[in-house]
Nanobody
Framework: QVQLVESGGGLVQAGGSLRLSCAAS????????MAWFRQAPGKEREFVAG????????DYADSVKGRFTISRDNAKNTVYLQMNSLKPEDTAVYYC?????????????????WGQGTQVTVSS
């Protein structure tokens, strides 16, 4: 089992930046594909960014491409999401997700492990 704990959310003005962290425990994540999803009130959970187990592949939703960067530090068993140029429409609860093995894409059902989420609020 892998336990995931997100942190780093908060309230920020439009144009600002935040860095989310996802600390994993239970197992090392060096063989896991990692991803970030988000869910705004009244909306479905949507893919934000993903990274393969060896960092060889990254994938971003069009809405965040060029503004968000996913990275991982396997030695620290942690994944990050650097969010720049934030917009009010980025407001959501952000979730970290993991699945063992090769990159499986953007479908949330492909991921086996989830964190509890961290709230990001961007004010206009």
């Amino acid at each position: 089992q892998v336990q995931l704990v997100e942190s780093g959310g908060g309230l920020v003005q439009a144009g600002g930046s935040l860095r989310l962290s996802c600390a994993a425990s239970g197992r090392t994540i060096d063989s896991y594909t990692m991803a970030w999803f988000r869910q705004a009130p009244g909306k479905e959970r949507e893919f934000v960014a993903g990274m393969s187990w060896n960092s060889g592949r990254t994938d971003y939703a069009d809405s965040v491409k060029g503004r968000f960067t996913i990275s991982r530090d396997n030695a620290k068993n942690t994944v990050y999401l650097q969010m720049n140029s934030l917009k009010p429409e980025d407001t959501a609860v952000y979730y970290c997700a993991a699945v063992n093995g090769y990159y499986t894409g953007r479908y949330y059902g492909s991921y086996d492990y989830w964190g509890q989420g961290t709230q990001v609020t961007v004010s206009s």
